[in-house]
């Protein structure tokens, strides 16, 4: 397992691999309706290219066929955007490998801070890495009501 920076032929396994997490570990916290809702924002390959293209820093964890295992992005303002891992690669090391790397890279940047809108299975993983919750957000996607927690961590 290693990190590499995204590459544009990632895009179609990135979009698959997405689905994925949401409808393998997506049910352990949400409802179907609400799992069903989330699948719907599902980035298509060139929604992620366009997004992995505008200069933010966009990161796969690849295993030793250079299969992507998870992934994620940070932007200037040390936002983490996407940060989704296989259901198959729990216990490979990615989500780790993949969080310290997006956090190097808002390190080497100078930022204070990082932060995101995590999912229920995120903010567990992040309040194990220094994370705090600012606010639980309540959504809704069409109809669906669903809930993320806006999250943060000062780096200094
Ligand atoms: C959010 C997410 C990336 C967090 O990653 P995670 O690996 O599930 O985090 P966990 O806290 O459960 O796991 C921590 C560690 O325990 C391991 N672990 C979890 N379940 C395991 C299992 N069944 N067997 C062995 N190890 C397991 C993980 O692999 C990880 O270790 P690693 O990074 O060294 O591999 C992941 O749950 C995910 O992709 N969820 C769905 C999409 C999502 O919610 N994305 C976030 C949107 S904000």
């Known amino acids: 397992m290693r990190i590499r920076d995204y ?38 390959p060139e929604e992620i290219h366009r997004r992995y293209t505008d200069g933010r820093t966009a990161l796969v964890a690849v295993d030793g066929g250079d299969h992507p295992l998870a992934f994620g992005d940070i932007e200037a303002d040390g936002h983490i955007g996407f940060f989704y891992r296989a259901p198959e690669a729990a216990g490979t090391g990615a989500t780790t490998a993949l969080h310290d790397a997006l956090e190097a890279t808002a390190l080497a940047a100078g930022l204070a801070r990082i932060h995101v809108e995590a999912s ?11 994370f705090a919750v600012i606010k639980r957000r309540d959504l809704l996607i069409g109809d ?10 000062w780096l200094r």
Request: aromatic letters at 8%.
């Open 7 to 44: 590459a544009a032929a990632d895009a179609p396994a990135l979009a698959e691999l997405y689905h994925r997490s949401v409808r393998g570990i997506g049910p352990r916290d949400y409802s179907a309706r609400q799992v069903e809702a989330w699948a719907s924002l599902a980035p298509t």
């Open 120 to 130: 229920e299975a995120a903010k567990r993983f992040l309040l194990s890495r220094g």
């Open 144 to 153: 669906v009501p669903i809930h993320n927690f806006a999250m943060e961590k």
